[in-house]
């Protein structure tokens, strides 16, 4: 009972603290674009929400995922520093292929620059992020008992919603047209899609690591690789193939993604039934 109360108070904030920073600037106007007070109440609430429900409302602190497990689990953390790059370049030579993308602005030694000095700031960034969307949610919903597919589309769900007031008000209408030639509705609809079928790879990666640092290292690639790919022109999708080829919000893109999320439950489904008859064969010698 506790647990769900709590849940239902964070999703609450989680839901209504964009809105309360697009507020605060409509107050404040003079403030730096892209760097408003509103935005950073948007970006901090939530896990400032997870702090006070784990030391307050009786969460606790043990099931944050903070250990790194590394024990039997070094594999994922190198799927997790490569799925983004090998996704991307698998839509990159794909769009190489069939003429979808041009490439004359692509230099790979900047871009590896680009992406090498991104990763510090996105790690620390992501250690947050990641800290309340699978140290806290997901590790909440799946003590719960939820449902694997439920459990993607809630978490998945708060995560695209919480976006909402970013796509509506925050984010500039060049990074959308970048991404996707749609109005902020459509694009807010496409992220949050998008990020329900991402978090079907985050999930698996989670319960089966207990850990929140394969999904730090995932989410930091993520952000120093495919981001500045589109918004720092390295690379520019064909007019029509954006909805095909994006590497952000692709269908292309997304549906790889979601494949891989579904692999990686397949996965983790047979090392739970492997583990199953060793315990219950332990049981039978033990007695």
Known sequence: MKTKRNLIIFIVVVLLCGWLGVLVDRVISEQPKGDTLGMGIWLVLPLLTTIMLRTFAGDGWRDVGLLPNLKDNLKWYVFSLFVYPVVTSIVLLISYVFGWMDFSNF???????VFVGGLLPQFVKNFFEESVWRGYLTSKLSRLKVNDFWL??????????????????FLSESDIIDVLPVNRWLFTLVGIVTMICWTVMYTEIYLMTKSIWPLVLMHMTEDALVNPLILDGYIKIAQGKEFLVSPTAGIITTLLYLMVGLMLRMKRKRLEERSVPTATSTAIVEN
């Open 107 to 113: 230099n790979i030694n900047t871009v590896v620059s």
């Open 152 to 169: 993607y589309l809630i978490v998945g769900g708060v995560w695209g919603a919480w976006h909402i007031p970013y796509f509506l008000v």
